[in-house]
């Protein structure tokens, strides 16, 4: 096809592996030519263009997905999952907060980024739903502050500085507890040899995967949104993107297991043919593969305030994919 009759398509640079030939060019889209950008996953603040629906692909926090759909955002979901994040191990408690089970977070102080970034409405939801955690007297203290209305009268929140973060806030004593994603080395190595912090499920490996065997969710945090106004326009684009997501993954699962991949890790390939024959493959894309966890997710978004009711998978998933 000649390039002058390509479609140019917003499309974000992702640093994981399962997408990555996407990102080289490894995967053709038929008519479609991608303009790489970079983006935030994050809504924090207003977005004219995710708002408008001028931009093409993005890869977003869930978190926002369904507040941003009930506020009329022009997004529409594709059933591509791009990043999931283990739940469990982000849970930390101050060692003098008389926190030992999750029935103890009753009452607490937690601190957290923000309310409703998506690992945070995992973490509440499973708490309460599978371990009996009473949070409703709970003081969520916050740094970001909310660009969805949260509809939840009774709600404690003190929003405080980013003097200090929240692994330094929770090591002070100002925080009993801290539910937050956690992307850096050394808060890592703070948090994992500090003597006053301890993690509420020390083998978190174990809740992880009972919840994946009892279930089949394997928490994601980040999914492929597209422009809903593009959708209208193209309404053929969304199936090819999720058939080229999808190839991708196969290309870097192979590369793995091809033993060609390139990552910095001994026996990658061996370490791989474990995870598949104890987790078959947690990367699940589509909607019949993963609606437990749409469910349960819209679920909890209802339960917690941050979407008023719930939605349904036409409003939530462009028609392209429905069928996926």
Same mark, same amino acid.
């Given at each position: 096809? @000649?390039? $002058?009759? *390509?479609?140019?398509?917003?499309?974000?640079?992702?640093?994981?592996?399962?997408?990555? /030939?996407?990102?080289?060019?490894?995967?053709? !889209?038929?008519?479609?030519?991608?303009?790489?950008?970079?983006?935030?996953?994050?809504? @924090?603040?207003?977005?004219?263009?995710?708002?408008?629906? +001028?931009?093409?692909?993005?890869?977003?926090?869930?978190?926002?997905? #369904?507040?941003?759909?009930?506020?009329?955002?022009?997004?529409?979901?594709? %059933?591509?999952?791009?990043?999931?994040?283990?739940?469990?191990?982000?849970?930390?408690?101050?060692?003098?907060?008389?926190?030992?089970? %999750?029935?103890? #977070? &009753?009452?607490?102080? !937690?601190?957290?980024?923000?309310?409703?970034?998506?690992?945070?409405?995992?973490?509440?939801?499973?708490?309460?739903?599978?371990?009996?955690?009473?949070?409703?007297?709970?003081?969520?203290?916050?740094?970001?502050?909310?660009?969805?209305?949260?509809?939840?009268?009774?709600?404690?929140?003190?929003?405080?500085?980013?003097?200090? @973060?929240?692994?330094?806030?929770?090591?002070?004593?100002?925080?009993?507890?801290? !539910?937050?994603?956690?992307?850096?080395?050394?808060?890592? $190595?703070?948090?994992?040899?500090?003597?006053?912090?301890?993690?509420?499920? /020390?083998?978190?490996?174990?809740?992880?995967?009972?919840?994946?065997?009892?279930?089949?969710?394997?928490? %994601?945090?980040?999914?492929?949104?597209?422009?809903?106004?593009?959708?209208?326009?193209?309404? $053929?684009?969304? &199936?090819?993107?999720?058939?080229?997501?999808?190839?991708?993954?196969?290309?870097?699962?192979?590369?793995?297991?091809? +033993?060609?991949?390139? =990552?910095?890790?001994?026996?990658?390939?061996?370490?791989?043919?474990?995870?598949?024959?104890?987790?078959? +493959? /947690?990367?699940?894309?589509? !909607?019949?593969?993963?609606?437990?966890?749409?469910?349960?997710?819209?679920?909890? @978004?209802?339960?917690?305030?941050?979407?008023?009711?719930?939605?349904?998978?036409? +409003?939530? =998933?462009?028609?392209?994919? *429905?069928?996926?």
């Amino acid at each position: 096809m @000649n390039s $002058e009759k *390509l479609l140019e398509v917003e499309f974000p640079v992702m640093r994981y592996d399962i997408t990555l /030939p996407l990102l080289e060019d490894r995967v053709p !889209i038929e008519g479609v030519k991608l303009k790489r950008v970079k983006s935030s996953s994050m809504i @924090n603040k207003e977005d004219p263009k995710m708002k408008s629906g +001028d931009f093409g692909l993005c890869d977003l926090n869930i978190g926002y997905f #369904l507040p941003a759909i009930e506020a009329g955002w022009e997004i529409i979901g594709l %059933p591509v999952f791009s990043k999931r994040k283990p739940v469990y191990q982000l849970i930390f408690c101050h060692a003098d907060s008389g926190i030992h089970a %999750p029935n103890d #977070l &009753a009452g607490k102080k !937690i601190g957290s980024r923000t309310y409703r970034t998506a690992l945070t409405v995992w973490a509440r939801g499973l708490l309460q739903e599978r371990h009996g955690a009473d949070l409703a007297n709970v003081e969520w203290v916050l740094q970001a502050k909310e660009v969805f209305p949260v509809h939840d009268g009774a709600l404690k929140i003190e929003y405080v500085d980013d003097k200090k @973060n929240m692994v330094e806030r929770l090591i002070a004593g100002e925080l009993d507890a801290i !539910i937050t994603d956690i992307s850096d080395t050394k808060l890592f $190595e703070t948090l994992e040899s500090h003597p006053k912090v301890r993690r509420l499920f /020390p083998d978190y490996i174990s809740e992880d995967h009972d919840l994946y065997n009892e279930t089949g969710i394997f928490t %994601p945090v980040h999914m492929i949104v597209m422009s809903r106004k593009l959708d209208r326009e193209h309404p $053929e684009l969304a &199936a090819k993107f999720y058939a080229a997501f999808e190839q991708a993954k196969k290309i870097a699962y192979d590369d793995i297991l091809s +033993d060609r991949s390139g =990552f910095s890790v001994v026996y990658l390939r061996e370490r791989m043919r474990e995870q598949r024959a104890t987790w078959g +493959d /947690p990367w699940k894309y589509g !909607i019949d593969a993963n609606r437990a966890t749409i469910d349960t997710f819209a679920k909890y @978004n209802v339960e917690q305030g941050l979407i008023r009711s719930q939605l349904t998978y036409a +409003d939530m =998933f462009a028609a392209g994919t *429905l069928d996926t």
